[in-house]
């Protein structure tokens, strides 16, 4: 009788074992298929919901476009804190395959809840992902900041014509006017909207919008009869120093807020300060390790004059909450106007 196989396990007839290495290459490559997908976040329980939406927004040369979707995302990419969190208060975190950037907040809320959020999600650091890496993810979504979609830079992932080309809508995180940064309380409010309507979270966003917007006039009636406050907002990076106009989020709020931002140049020098003298001011950190420069600062020989020092108001405000700040606007709010009226 004709044996297929020999006595210590082995084929012999070579066709039989041609056809049996065969079958054991195609089983091993669809487990390792089926774990790549896990792993990228291809095998998601839920389908994407068919949507006729479109929504304006910017291309890499920083033009308005219009994004059109047919269908809400699927696998999405997700640069920075803005964009991660809104994904997550919308219960589209599963959705996301790559994530990447900076939580910068302050202390009493950063743990456990940033940390539980990054547990759940695939997060790769605060340095961005290559391009290359980028498309073997195979996104159908990325959501991001201008740096994200630039011609070159740590954290780029090609510009958006790039992407575009192979079906992937790119979001940009942007406000401006006339081509020049314009960040408003309006901008962010836009923004939530857009993510609201393109998840199918419309009466969500609209809700989370409306509560922002009434916060900010409870503390506008609350205040009324306050005295107006002198603000400066000040962003020290090493010999440079910058103060935030209108045109600015963190200048935006104080003045709907009811306070008075004092006008300087953008790029100002330590006399400007004196010459100010604001009754608050506000100061911009980018990293835990720059929460110790406040007191630098208030023990400046040159600034102890100031009328904010010699009264204690100086505090100091995250990046991450006065640039793209996302869902981020309503702490915002409330931590200036603890400065200007607690």
């Not at 976040?41 to 994407?48: D, N, Y």
Request: charged share 25%.
């Amino acid at each position: 009788m004709f044996k297929l196989f020999s006595n210590d396990g082995l084929p012999n007839n070579p066709f039989v074992f041609f056809v049996s290495a065969l079958v054991g290459v195609v089983i091993i490559g669809e487990i390792i298929y089926c774990g790549f997908k896990f792993d990228t976040g291809e095998l998601f329980h839920r389908k994407p919901q068919l949507i006729d939406v479109s929504v304006k927004n910017y291309n890499t040369d920083r033009r308005e476009v219009i994004l059109n979707f047919e269908r809400t995302p699927e696998r999405i990419i997700a640069y920075h804190q803005n964009n991660i969190e809104i994904l997550d208060k919308f219960g589209e975190s599963d959705r996301i395959i790559a994530s990447v950037g900076r939580f910068i907040i302050p202390h009493d809320v950063k743990q456990p809840e940033i940390d539980s959020l990054i547990n759940k999600i695939p997060y790769y650091g605060q340095n961005g992902i290559d391009k290359e890496t980028a498309r073997y993810l195979n996104p159908d979504f990325i959501m991001g900041w201008p740096s994200s979609f630039g011609k070159r830079g740590i954290w780029s992932l090609g510009d958006t014509d790039y992407w575009l080309k192979r079906n992937v809508n790119c979001y940009m995180s942007l406000q401006q006017k006339d081509g020049k940064l314009y960040e408003t309380m309006d901008g962010e409010y836009q923004y939530i909207l857009d993510i609201g309507k393109i998840f199918k979270k419309d009466a969500e966003a609209m809700q989370i919008v409306s509560d922002i917007k009434g916060d900010v006039n409870k503390i506008l009636s609350d205040n009324q009869h306050r005295k107006e406050q002198k603000v400066l907002i000040l962003d020290f990076y090493g010999n440079t120093i910058s103060s935030y106009g209108e045109n600015r989020l963190a200048g935006n709020i104080v003045q709907a807020l009811g306070a008075s931002l004092i006008k300087t140049n953008s790029k100002i020098g330590k006399e400007d300060i004196l010459l100010a003298d604001p009754d608050v001011i506000f100061l911009i950190y980018k990293t835990d390790a720059d929460l110790a420069f406040k007191n630098k600062f208030m023990q400046n020989e040159e600034f102890r004059s100031l009328k904010a020092i010699r009264k204690g108001r100086v505090y100091m405000i995250p990046i991450s909450y006065i640039y793209n700040s996302g869902l981020r606007l309503s702490d915002t709010i409330h931590l200036i106007a603890a400065g200007l009226y607690n």
